[in-house]
């Protein structure tokens, strides 16, 4: 609320307020500074002039010191009591200087003195907004309002209470009611820029956007809402995973910001479009445009927040964390600062401090929905689970099996986890009769010594029973998984199995010491190496040599959509056909297409993969072989998920005497605790 000085007091004379009338016209404009130095100048000639005191008050306290105006109106109060104009410009100083509790009582006051003044009940209910009051102040403007309907001063007032209002609903999530207010205010105030602004950014929380876009479009009025306009629909399109739509906007933004004189319409463009290119892995092109913008715009926040984006995308967390730091050192509030680098820090498995800058956005921007998810994500990550899964399989060499495995997870910390398992499996031939059962129970515990540095340890204890044998063995493994480069991850380590697959290698005991390597490398633009090898030697005294690689490239990335060509070579030292596939020499080759939805948002998540391609035992000729691979899983809750699985291929292995072999199964995972065994913290 402005409440203007009056031209002249009582005791003023008119050419005192002929002098004024420039001072005057620079409050009006709001030009205070202009109008401190003018009031001080007639100060000095005229020390006692009210309206002089009461403009130079205004004009300090809207330009330069807050605090000094409420010293210069206090003073007035001692001179002139029971002066309404005084009193009323004393207490809008309260609201200038931030002193909202006092104010709220000085208006009390003034308003049991003057229940109709509608001064008074503006000046209340903007004192009440500010504390957040919000249906109270509501009330209050109204009230003045009656007063004098139409006003231009309340009805602005009205409007941002109804902002307000709608923010505080937002932070509690009762979206309805905060559309519900900003339409009151779009039915008053026609296309209002705030109002339209602040609907559309609900509809994205929401992810909905068609509805943000129709608001968007609504903004278009002018070429600097306009950009705005596009810069939103951009978003809203990569909310709704549309990513080459959300650069077309992005484009047409950038396009239209060349010609706008609006150097704050320009940078949200440029930035909008950098985003885009970013959502679209269009990197090389992305690392140019921020170049660019950081040899004009050294260190600025939202250029230092578009570089740590991009290594958000590309894998490169130490660069994004260190772009956020710099960020906070600028603004310690900043919400991109806090939030990004709690992001990254949880992409590098630093959960702690993930934590913490989570926490801190949250101390910052109270119920931000970002933060709190990203909490909860953590926390669910950590919850014991138990998880049953049962299959069935055979082949067309008469084996059957079924499984039912149980395996308990126990997180212990942020770095160190305890498995628990049992498993029965039967086999059975059905041409010569054998059968054989085995139990299996195992113990494993994987620690992480750094965030790129995990061991495994894994012990386990197999009996194995059939018409012919008895026995008990012992397996196990030591692995570590290092993650020597930037998007690169190996694992090296040794295990011991025995081979369970019928009931005829049950029978012969047949353990494996296995030394195994594999290696998946993946580049920033999708294409990816993927490396195993594995040398075996067996208690049958044979041996053998394993060799897998895989060339792919991500084609889509919502859905994941991959394709490539793999390769497996596999040798054995002795051959024993009798017993099981054993070739001196095995080579395959196949061209596949994986198609993965694990979309977080969403309860139903799919894998599909399909391949084709030919194998060749020993030198005999190639054979055909076909691969096909399904799974779906469906979030029943967030603590129970169920899913199903199938598996149909004709490709020979170490382990498979048949050329097809067919498993489906039943898998369900339950989160028996809601939160952590431990204090995350």
Known sequence: MRLLCVLFTITGFFMQGQEMQKGF????????????????????????????????GRAVGLSSDPNKAVKIFEDLLIDFPDDLEVKLNYAESLLWSRQYPEAEVYYSVLLEENPENFSVLL???????????????????????????????????????????????????????????????????????????????????????????DVYKQLALDSRDSIQALTGISLAYHIAKREKDALKYATLARQMAKDSNDSISRLMAAERYIQALIWNHKYSRAEDQIEHQLELYPEKPWVLALAASLGMYTGDFKKSINNYNQILEIDSASFDGNLGIANAYFARGEIKEAMDYAEQTLSFYKNQQD??????????????????????????????????????????????EVLGGYTYRKTRNTRSGLEANSDYFNLSASYKIIPSV???????????????TDYTN???????????????????????????????????????????????????????????????????????????????????????????????????????P????????????????????????????????????????????????????????????????????????????????????????????????????????
């Not at 995990?454 to 194995?464: D, E, M, S, Y």
Request: proline content about 3%; aromatic content about 14%; hydrophobic content about 40%.
């Open 25 to 56: 016209e620079h409050l009006e404009a709001g030009e205070f500074s202009q109008a401190e130095i003018f009031f001080s100048k007639i100060l000095k000639e005229h020390p006692e002039n009210k309206t002089a005191r009461l403009c130079y």
């Open 123 to 213: 000046g209340y209910a903007n004192t009440l907004s500010n504390l957040k009051k919000y249906k109270s102040a509501t009330k209050w403007v109204e009230k003045a309002l009656n007063l004098s309907p139409g006003n231009p001063n309340a009805l602005n007032s009205l409007k941002y209470i109804r902002l307000g209002y709608a923010n505080r609903l937002l932070q509690e999530r009762q979206y309805d009611l905060a559309i519900g207010l900003l339409d009151d205010n779009l039915r008053e105030f026609e296309n209002d820029r705030e109002s339209l602004l602040n609907k559309a950014n609900i509809y994205l929380i929401l992810k909905n956007s068609d509805a943000a876009i």
């Open 371 to 416: 933060a709190e998810q990203l909490l909860q994500k953590i926390e669910f990550g950590y919850r014991p689970m138990l998880e049953e899964n049962l299959s069935f399989s055979f082949d067309n060499g008469d084996n059957q099996a079924f499984a039912a495995a149980t395996t308990v997870r126990l997180p212990l910390s942020t770095k160190l």
């Open 454 to 468: 995990k061991f495994r340890v894994n012990t386990g204890l197999i009996n194995a029973r059939s018409v012919e």
């Open 474 to 576: 012992l397996t196990g493994e030591v692995a570590a998984q290092i993650k020597p480069f930037m998007r690169d991850d190996l694992e090296i380590g040794y295990r011991r199995d025995l081979q369970d697959f019928n009931a005829e290698l049950l029978n012969r005991k047949i353990a494996g010491n296995h030394l195994f390597l594999t290696n998946n490398y993946t580049t920033r633009y999708g294409l990816g190496w993927y490396l195993q090898y594995m040398h075996t030697e067996q208690s049958d005294d044979n041996s053998r040599k394993l060799l897998f690689t895989s060339l792919y490239y991500s084609i889509l990335k919502k859905p994941l959509l991959k394709g490539g060509i793999n390769y497996q070579y596999i040798s054995f030292e002795k051959r024993m």
């Open 578 to 681: 009798e017993l099981y596939f054993s070739p001196e020499k095995f080579q395959a080759a196949e061209i596949f297409m994986n198609l993965i939805s694990d979309d977080e948002d969403k309860a139903f998540n799919y894998d599909l993969t399909a391949a084709a391609g030919y194998q060749f035992i020993e030198d005999g000729d190639g054979q055909p072989t076909y691969r096909l691979q399904a799974r779906a899983g469906y979030n029943i809750s967030q603590r129970f998920i169920g899913g199903v699985y199938a598996t149909h291929s004709n490709i020979a292995s170490a382990t498979v005497a048949g050329f097809t072999f067919t498993e489906f199964g039943i898998n369900l995972k339950w989160f028996f605790k809601a939160k952590p065994l431990f204090n995350l913290k």
